[in-house]
């Protein structure tokens, strides 16, 4: 059974861990609980997606065309 607080840690765990940001001992303890837990599973896959899609977007910058100053 999930508590809403460890599922919080949990999600704070693994959202760190994709930035490099975590031990291994945590992420393996975050593993475990998302093993068993099909609401953290759905939050990974959405925060995997997310990531991924973030990282390959192009940053478009502003030009000076078209700005007075």
């Given at each position: 059974?999930?508590?809403e ?11 760190a861990?994709l ?10 303890t ?10 953290c599973?759905e ?15 192009h940053?478009?910058r502003?030009?000076s ?5």
């Open positions: 059974m999930c508590v607080r460890e599922c919080t840690e949990v999600r704070e765990t693994l959202s861990a930035d490099g940001e975590e031990s291994e001992a945590d992420v393996l975050a593993v475990r609980h998302v093993r068993l837990c099909l609401g599973r939050f990974v896959v959405g925060v995997v997606a997310t990531t991924r899609a973030l990282r390959s977007a940053v478009i502003p030009s065309v078209g700005h007075r100053g």
